[in-house]
């Protein structure tokens, strides 16, 4: 067999949401692991609905999760010749036909129809006019559409992710084809483009399942042997639900801008619908791109864990080397204020030697900004929870002690500071839990992070020295221990 040629065709009409970014996923690894083309085609025939800024947000949303195309993007507008000429062909080989009934009289044969408890599809009116009086009646200037005359019988296919499936063609209207106003219909354009693109696999969403049957039928009627079809389970929220904004960010850019990796995302979209066996979930490209298939695809519908998403954003940020990492989070820095030069300059060694430190603690980027703070600046925030319990009357003595203690220090390494504290602890007669929870909340604003004595080397001794004689006066401010908003400025 040929290498396979798929492709990903989305409609410009809104941006490229998980569900679209998961079907060029899925395309995509499928022409990876059969070494096969995947094409971009943008289905922009609403003209009304589409814009170019979505087409943009798409190809960049694409790009961001590293799903390059091999072939396109083509424009389906750009084709409409072509879509017009097969319908044209349809017609005159009487596959098709026109139908001159209004929307009006449409909708009282629909509304008599269901009043009756019946159901309604097109009564194939227009099927039944004498030879010639269609012509005559377009000939006249009478508004018409073209539809397909669906035949007799049944039509199968073998679902790629489904396996074998069946409709009647009883079942099937005669779909419309060409509009009144001359435009091809989505039916009629992805057929014809499909079969001049040479698609071999058509890998899309389960709620095309419908147009599968009419697909089929027009390759055949243009005497096209039909592609293969598979369609991926729906996505959930998870109450169930279909996958929509009430569950959160929808949009791939979103995600982005919220501080995901397109690796994290890229995995986690992945192993939505499909399972790569055993229980491997953090995987790289190429051992996906090694491991795809349909055989892996479920036919049950996903559900979106924004958890597992966020578990799996933090092991790929721990993954990721520090150089990367301080490009990445420098626009929520400088969102904070907190970006400086110097980060990339003199003191580059440091701030890489940071973020590694605290890499492994985060999930999102913003997480990582947000720890970094305490490090960049004084202005920072204690924790509630943790001022009301380490911030006792009793904390304040302790945290100058340390202070002046670690002042005794030339400078800060983990060894020498831990030293320094459990000696202070022994000297006190108190847990060194008493002196560690305090101090970590003067120095971090957290109750949790890194190993302090880390923290503390990081910081640098006279840095470390400023934090602990601020928490204390923060601690022994009138105010109460409470009120660190005061100590900001
Ligand atoms: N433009 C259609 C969509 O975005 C494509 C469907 C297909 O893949 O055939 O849903």
């Not at 590694?356 to 509630?384: H, I, S, V």
Request: net charge neutral.
């Amino acid at each position: 067999m040929s290498a396979p040629r798929v492709r990903f065709a989305p409609s410009p009409t809104g941006y490229l949401h998980v569900g679209g970014a998961r079907t060029a996923l899925f395309n995509w690894l499928y022409a990876r692991r059969e070494k096969g083309v995947f094409i971009l085609r943008i289905e922009d025939t609403d003209q009304a609905r589409s814009s170019k800024e979505m087409v943009e947000a798409i190809l960049e949303g694409l790009r961001w999760l590293g799903i390059g195309h091999d072939e396109g993007p083509y424009f389906q507008t750009a084709l409409r010749g072509e879509h017009e000429r097969a319908a044209l062909r349809l017609l005159e080989a009487g596959r098709a036909y026109r139908c001159f009934c209004t929307a009006e009289a449409l909708d009282a044969r629909r509304q008599a129809a269901e009043a009756n408890g019946r159901a309604w599809k097109y009564d194939r009116a227009c099927l039944a006019l004498p030879p010639g009086d269609a012509d005559r009646r377009a000939a006249a200037g009478e508004p018409w559409v073209m539809r397909f005359r669906v035949p007799e019988g049944v039509t199968e296919y073998d679902d790629l992710v489904h396996g074998p499936t069946r409709f009647q063609n009883s079942d099937i209207e005669d779909l419309v084809l060409l509009r009144s106003d001359g435009s091809p219909t989505y039916n009629l354009s992805c057929v014809v483009d499909d079969r001049s693109m040479r698609i071999t696999h058509v890998i899309r969403g389960d709620d095309h399942i419908s147009n599968t049957p009419k697909q089929i039928l027009l390759h055949a009627a243009l005497e096209a042997e039909p592609p293969r079809f598979g369609h991926l389970p729906l996505i959930l929220g998870e109450d169930k639900k279909r996958l929509s904004k009430r569950h959160g960010a929808v949009s791939v850019i979103e995600y982005r801008k919220n501080g995901y990796l397109p690796e994290a995302l890229f995995n986690f979209l992945a192993l939505l619908g499909w399972s790569p066996g055993g229980d491997r979930e953090i995987m790289t490209v190429a051992e996906m791109v090694e491991a795809f298939s349909f055989q892996g695809v479920g036919s049950r519908s996903a559900v979106f864990d924004h958890d597992k998403l966020l578990w799996m954003n933090g092991e790929y940020l721990k993954r990721r080397q520090a150089a990367d990492l301080a490009g990445l989070v420098r626009p929520w820095l400088e969102s904070e204020g907190l970006w400086s030069a110097d980060l990339e300059d003199a003191r580059k060694a440091w701030f890489l030697a940071l973020l590694d430190l605290l890499k492994e603690r985060c999930r999102l980027l913003p997480d990582l900004a947000g720890a970094a703070r305490p490090f960049l600046t004084e202005r920072f925030d204690y924790d509630p929870a943790g001022v009301e319990k380490h911030f006792t009357a009793g904390a304040a003595g302790r945290l100058i002690a340390l202070r002046d203690a670690l002042a005794a220090l030339p400078s800060l390494d983990e060894g020498s500071s831990e030293a320094v504290l459990r000696d202070l602890a022994g000297r006190l007669d108190v847990k060194a839990a008493a002196l560690i929870h305090p101090a970590r909340l003067a120095l971090t604003g957290r109750t949790v992070g890194p190993s302090l004595f880390a923290v503390m080397a990081a910081m640098g001794r006279d840095g470390v020295l400023r934090r602990l004689e601020r928490a204390a006066r923060v601690i022994e401010a009138p105010a109460g221990p409470r009120d660190a908003a005061q100590e900001r400025g």
